[in-house]
């Protein structure tokens, strides 16, 4: 069994409107960042954190908290959303944050060249984040 955690971009859940239902689809139908799970590999997700914000507002401990908090639940691979994946220009920085700091996470960006991102609009270029 594989312990995930999803890591999501609090932008698109609150301004637009975003539920994770299409990241949650993925994550059972094994589709798109989920596709590297062997169909008879068990995954329990354990826990959904959210991003403080932009690298403006973003504070690094917050993130660190969250993930350290996911440890009591032995995470073992963190999902960055597809929202965060596409969108975001610092979802490396985060990774590499992630990662430096909690070796034993794997952080897993979006597959997004192949998944549906229904909750974005079209016309995202006009929604100012």
Do not use: W
């Amino acid at each position: 069994m594989t312990n995930i955690a999803i890591f999501s971009c609090p932008k698109v859940t609150n301004k637009l409107g975003c539920s994770g239902s299409d990241c949650l689809d993925e994550l059972r139908n094994r589709l798109g960042p989920y596709e590297i799970y062997d169909s008879s590999e068990s995954l329990e997700m354990i826990g959904v954190i959210n991003c403080p914000g932009c690298p403006a507002e973003a504070d690094s401990e917050r993130i660190i908290n969250q993930v350290q908090y996911l440890l009591k639940f032995k995470v073992e691979k963190i999902h960055f959303t597809n929202c965060l994946s596409f969108y975001c220009a610092f979802r490396y920085n985060y990774q590499v944050l992630i990662e430096g700091k909690f070796p034993n996470i794997e952080v897993v960006q979006g597959k997004y060249e192949s998944a549906v991102l229904s909750c974005i609009p079209k016309s995202l270029n006009s929604v100012k984040m």
